[in-house]
């Protein structure tokens, strides 16, 4: 939320959040896993005040399910990587994601009911004029996301 009337707030996109694990991870083999089973592996999430590390808790708390850390990481690349060497599971955005999901390096795990979206936002200054810049990157960034679906 941006709390000043001097910002126009666009949704461009929405973004799925997954579970994952190492291409080799006993998880892996089970189907329609309950959130609460992700217990039973070392989770691997982000720094404590980062803001997807509050919405996946409060998902998982919604759930009943409350998972301790294994490790805390301040980067996705560095959760991906050690999610990818085998050393935990982890929820992470799917746009983050694809590329090590097409290569192997990662494996999503199949939770059931657990459907977690978040919208993805531009933020502007009210009345700013964007350069050619600025319209060249939007444009780029909307063909690379794909059309806004909200289903």
């Known amino acids: 939320n941006v709390p000043s009337e001097q910002f126009t707030v666009e949704v461009v996109h929405f973004d799925e959040l997954v579970a994952v694990a190492g291409p080799e991870h006993p998880l ?6 309950a959130p609460g089973e992700l217990a039973g592996a070392p989770f691997i999430c982000r ?3 980062s803001g997807s590390r509050e919405v996946i808790e409060a998902a998982l708390a919604e759930r009943g399910v409350q998972l301790t850390p294994a490790m805390a990481l301040g980067s996705t690349e560095a959760i991906k990587n050690a999610v990818a060497a085998g050393l935990g599971v982890a929820i992470l955005s799917r746009l983050t994601v694809e590329l090590e999901l097409r290569a192997g390096r990662l494996a999503l795990l199949d939770l059931r009911d ?3 979206r978040r ?3 531009m933020v502007q ?4 004029h964007r350069g050619p810049a600025v319209e060249s990157f939007v444009e780029k960034l909307r063909e690379a996301l794909g059309p806004l679906r909200e289903s």
């Open 47 to 49: 720094e404590r005040g």
């Open 125 to 128: 200054l009210r009345g700013k």
């Open 119 to 121: 919208a993805l936002y």
């Open 114 to 116: 657990f459907n977690l």
């Open 28 to 33: 892996r083999k089970k189907r329609k896993l």
